[in-house]
């Protein structure tokens, strides 16, 4: 209540418990972003996004144009791929993807043919406002669009307008707070008008009352320019652009909420629960321009950092594009002795090698010299309890105990301890003096218990089968004897008409 | 002193002050071998909560109206038995009924409720401090709620152990019983807070 | 003398019937159906029916566990989770399983070589391959839990084991790559426990 009214005099809360506030480093920060020429050949991985996998649409050797579908969503968690440029499709198979198991998913490989020719099938709505909000929602499930913060959730689910959870605040989430990653705060800068036109969209599609536009306050030109922007609204807009002080994870979205309004969202439940709705800036961007221009998502902004980058820079990258490519555009063209990072330094995931493409979910491409990492492999040393990974935890959860019953899969206590509402964002690990792996193992712990689950249910399935199988069997067996009965039954008139011998019942 | 003064003192020396597992050493086979997980610490709680208040309260009775009028104190130890004897047969029944797996959880430990010296020392020493029977009552009570607190703390201390990096050579029943040690030292610092 | 001895034996035995009845009267009231401690046991068991334990299927071992009569150390494709659940339902020591667990199966059949005999469709406890006599038969790998029951019967021996493949969406993180991340395993391992 405090926090609220604090927000109301304009002065910007403290916010969620615990937090970190490491160097930021953002050395990008004012290098304006650059558009990533075409490379020779580009490779679309069928999944993108959190759900299911897309199946391919075109064949080997079909000509596509920028912009067409060439793969569909399956089921509902979906959305679907879009060709990042015209060219030709030249093969289907499996290709490594930024996940940390080094596994690999199919992809379509597509060479581009230099035209960038548009696919124009889909119609630009400058007209939104007069436009069914399931049409408006239906166009940016089909233009491909996912949390482009990194998370690459569906958008178009979260977009809806539910009469039991009507959605009072859209928030847009300018925060930003991983270090190095700069690419919202040159959306924020140079397309504010575009980003702002987006919100009003999303505020439209779900019929939100406010608007908030929240930025750490280590942006003072994004914040400048979103107030600008706002400023040459009508009035009529309840929008506001709201700074937030810098800390570690302010952009993770439960936080961001419960800094912002107050209200803590529920373990297990989303924000649309406390009438909350977070949007990243890339997707509302993304949103603008599939809806006013009906272009899907076939590119987006990455930034490239890292001491190991000659020319760091944020650069507009087609979907598909090699790693390889990109870092040969900012300098990096050696890769031994250097540590490839996807994403920010605190969740992105270690890249084995540049030869992965760029996905929608790329919001960094960071190259560090080795020594920059605390060795490779450093001495994991007992637990001293000090107590600093508990405060500086944002969900207030008690690391070193979930770490413990983690190592030991103690899978029940470490469920009891709330292993499920760790966002994994490393604050933890970051203060830990000992130097254990914190995070690493709640992850271990998450996936033991995702796999004793898909084994129970698996058990359960296979005694559901046997069970059928004995009950077939059973009834095989009954139909068998009741035929032999009935036989029996019309052979005995003549047989004992001719001989005493007794009935015998049948015996199975 | 208010009759509600005199409850609340007995009740305190009995979970506290003289807490029967930790100052008196009764009960402890049960404190060791069923404080492994909470749950059937609890569960082993509730049932020697239930044996020793019924049976402090029906050991009373049988002392003031069975044994002294007719003369019969040398047959204490016996009727006092019997009675442990039966309410442990019929909390058994019951936890069997009720939770199997509780049940086999607390294993032999759930009939040996019965040679537990501190249901038996309740009964006794409830006859020997000639309480009255509001005052046995709730010693009888005390002295459970005691155990249970103890037993539950102990089984929250052993499930944190499971997993802490103990050294080789206390491995198993040696930190067990350093822990309880140190415990009882704990309860310690109670002595003297209630004159009983 | 003995009046007071008369009373002792009244006041004893009397005592002793109000106790009995009591009791008896709480046997009825308390009495179970069924096993449910055989229930929770057979939910734990990954039901490959697949004979390993020396009991024809996981229902009859876990009616055995349940009854004390086997130990908790027989069911192989459980592994060692299965056996530290068993031991915890049941109270006991956990002990080191029979064999070493391996890693999941498979069987594949290789359908050049197959005679159509289904006679392994017979044998199979989960109905996961299909076929008819004169036909390939096949493997449902997705329903297949490994028990290797269908090799024996095959005349033509056209049955392979095959690791189950790993899917990416099942891909789960291991331990971190300390020395200290191992301790928990071997602490399990060794059963030193009290």
């Known amino acids: 209540m405090i926090k609220q009214f604090l927000n109301k005099l304009g002065i910007s809360p403290s916010g969620f418990a615990g937090g970190i506030h490491p160097d930021m480093r953002k050395w990008t920060e004012q290098s304006p972003i650059q558009t990533c020429p075409l490379p020779s050949l580009l490779v679309i991985p069928m999944k993108q996004h959190i759900g299911h996998i897309c199946s391919p649409l075109v064949g080997i050797g079909e000509r596509v144009l920028r912009g067409q579908k060439i793969a569909k969503a399956e089921g509902y968690l979906s959305v679907p791929v879009h060709a990042p440029t015209s060219g030709t499709v030249i093969k289907i198979e499996e290709h490594a993807i930024p996940h940390p198991s080094g596994m690999g998913l199919q992809s379509i490989f597509i060479e581009p043919d230099g035209l960038d020719e548009r696919d124009t099938s889909l119609a630009p709505m400058p007209d939104w406002q007069a436009q069914d909000v399931g049409a408006l929602r239906e166009r940016v499930r089909m233009c491909g669009i996912a949390g482009l913060g990194g998370a690459t959730f569906p958008t178009f689910i979260k977009l809806v307008h539910d009469q039991k959870n009507p959605i009072e605040t859209v928030i847009l989430n300018g925060i930003e707070c991983e270090p190095f990653l700069t690419n919202d705060h040159r959306l924020m800068v140079e397309h504010q008008d575009e980003v702002l036109h987006g919100m009003r969209i999303i505020m439209h599609m779900v019929h939100a009352q406010h608007g908030i536009i929240a930025i750490e306050d280590n942006k003072p030109d994004a914040i400048a320019a979103m107030q600008h922007a706002v400023n040459a609204l009508d009035g009529t807009h309840n929008i506001r652009v709201l700074a937030m002080p810098t800390r570690y994870p302010q952009g993770s979205e439960k936080q961001l909420i419960e800094a912002i309004t107050g209200k803590q969202v529920p373990a297990g439940k989303l924000p649309m629960h406390v009438g909350v709705l977070c949007q990243n800036i890339a997707t509302t961007r993304a949103i603008y321009e599939a809806v006013t221009l009906g272009y899907p998502l076939t590119e987006r902004v990455v930034t490239i950092s890292g001491d190991a980058v000659p020319e760091r820079g944020n650069m507009r990258v087609r979907l598909g594009t090699s790693m390889r490519f990109v870092y040969e555009q900012c300098g990096l063209t050696d890769f031994s002795g250097i540590q490839l990072l996807h994403g920010g330094p605190m969740m992105g995931e270690r890249l084995r090698h540049p030869d992965i493409p760029v996905v929608k979910s790329s919001t960094g491409l960071l190259a560090l010299q080795q020594e920059l990492f605390k060795e490779a492999h450093p001495v994991e040393e007992p637990c001293i309890r000090c107590g600093h990974c508990s405060q500086a935890c944002p969900i207030q959860l008690t690391p070193n105990l979930l770490a413990d019953y983690s190592r030991n899969e103690q899978l029940e206590k470490a469920q009891d301890y709330h292993l499920f509402d760790c966002i994994e964002c490393g604050a933890c690990s970051y203060v830990c003096p000992s130097h254990i792996p914190l995070v690493h193992y709640f992850r271990f712990a998450k996936g033991q218990v995702a796999q004793v689950r898909r084994e129970q249910q698996f058990a359960e399935a296979s005694r559901q089968r046997s069970a059928l199988r004995e009950a077939r069997i059973a009834r095989e067996k009954e139909e068998k004897a009741a035929k032999r009965r009935k036989v029996r039954a019309k052979q005995t008139p003549v047989a004992s008409a001719d001989d005493a011998t007794p009935q015998t019942s049948v015996k199975d | ?196 | 003398m003995f009046e007071s001895l008369m009373y002792a034996m009244a006041a004893l035995g009397g005592f002793a019937l109000i106790a009995g009845l009591i009791l008896a009267v709480a046997s009825k009231k308390f009495h179970i159906e069924g096993d449910p401690l055989s229930d929770k046991i057979d939910a734990l068991l990954p039901q490959t029916q697949c004979g390993q334990c020396g009991y024809p299927g996981c229902r009859p071992y876990a009616d055995a566990v349940a009854a004390h009569a086997a130990d908790v150390n027989h069911c192989v494709p459980g592994g060692e989770r299965t056996m530290q659940a068993i031991a915890d339902i049941m109270g006991v020591e956990p002990k080191t399983l029979d064999e070493e667990e391996s890693a999941p199966m498979v069987a594949f059949i290789r359908e050049d070589e197959c005679i159509g005999c289904t006679l392994c469709i017979k044998a199979c406890p989960v109905d996961a391959i299909i076929g008819a006599p004169k036909q390939y038969h096949t493997v449902i790998a997705d329903h297949c839990t490994g028990c290797v029951l269908c090799l024996e019967p095959c005349p033509v021996d056209c049955i392979d084991m095959i690791s189950k493949p790993e899917l990416i969406e099942h891909w789960s993180w291991p331990l971190p790559d300390t020395e200290r991340a191992h301790t928990g395993l071997e602490r399990r391992e060794s059963h030193q426990h009290d």
């Open chain 2, 1 to 196: 002193m208010s009759a509600f003064g005199d409850f609340a003192i007995i009740l305190l020396s009995a979970v506290l002050v003289n807490n029967y597992v930790l100052t008196k050493f009764l009960g402890i086979c049960p404190f060791l071998g069923v404080s492994g997980k909470t749950e059937t610490a609890i569960g082993m709680s509730f049932a020697v909560m239930f044996v020793m208040t019924l049976a402090s309260t029906a050991s009373w009775l049988v002392q003031q109206y069975i044994l002294i009028p007719l003369d019969l104190l040398y047959l204490q130890t016996v009727f006092f038995i019997l009675i442990i004897a039966t309410l442990v047969q019929f909390i058994e029944m019951m936890i069997h009924k009720v939770s199997p797996v509780l049940y086999q959880g607390l294993g032999i430990y759930l009939p040996l409720i019965t040679t537990n010296c501190a249901v038996l020392g309740v009964a006794l020493l409830n006859v020997q401090q000639d309480n009255n029977f509001i005052s046995s009552a709730l010693y009888g009570f005390g002295a459970a709620l005691g155990f249970a607190l103890v037993l539950v703390l102990f089984s929250g201390l052993r499930e944190r152990m499971e997993g802490a990096p103990v050294p080789t050579a206390f491995k198993g029943s040696a930190v067990t019983l350093i822990t309880a040690g140190m415990m009882s030292l704990a309860f310690l610092g109670f002595s003297g807070l209630v004159k009983v």
